[in-house]
């Protein structure tokens, strides 16, 4: 199997390991050991459908409000958005449903928003995706890099932004996606303190 997220051939995702830890610190913390953070979570969202344990809800209602609850809880305008780290399966229904997902819950803006997933390059690490991911998200952000969908060819949906070729750009803000087996789906917003 190749993993190739987003591709209209898609067939399958890859199993990856991964281990991972971000520290989390309050503002007062921050300040009073003079510490300069590389980003900061500015908002989540946490849902769970519960549908089935390898699927998720056809009609993406909780993977939708995970995004919306993310944005909501940020306080960002989804224009503001500068780079979205998709789940990104490389799976048939997985990949349709969150690009969806995403424009239901960002509107007009989503498809403006460069979308990638890594997990052609590593895998899908399954419980320690969404740590690995983060970690990954972090030095994206602190490197001002795009990075692209590795192997994709035929855009499975050719009016989003799809990364095909990884380009530097300056992310101030961007969202992680993470829907996970047993419909838990976590959407992090996260600010760029590099910049």
Known sequence: IECTPFDTNRNGTL????????????????????????????GYGN?????????????????TNA???AILDSGLKPSQIDYINAHGTGTRHNDQLELECIEKALG?????????????RHGHAIAAAGIQELCLLL?????????????????CFK????????????????????????????????KNECI
Do not use: C, W
């Open 15 to 42: 199993a990856g390991e991964a281990a991972g830890f971000v520290i989390l610190a309050s503002e007062e913390f921050i300040k009073i050991n003079n510490i300069k953070p590389l980003a900061q979570i500015i």
């Open 108 to 120: 007009k803006a989503a498809k403006k928003i460069p979308i990638s997933s890594t997990k052609d």
């Open 139 to 155: 030095e994206i952000m602190k490197h001002s890099t795009i990075p692209s969908n590795l192997k994709l060819k035929n855009p």
């Open 159 to 190: 009016d989003f932004n799809l990364v095909r070729e990884t380009y530097k750009k300056k992310i101030t803000y961007a969202l992680s996606n993470n829907f996970a087996f047993g419909g838990i789906n976590t959407v992090l917003a996260i």
């Open 67 to 69: 995004i919306k609850k």
């Open 47 to 63: 849902t769970l459908d519960g549908y089935k344990i390898t699927a998720p809800d056809p009609e993406g209602t909780s993977m």
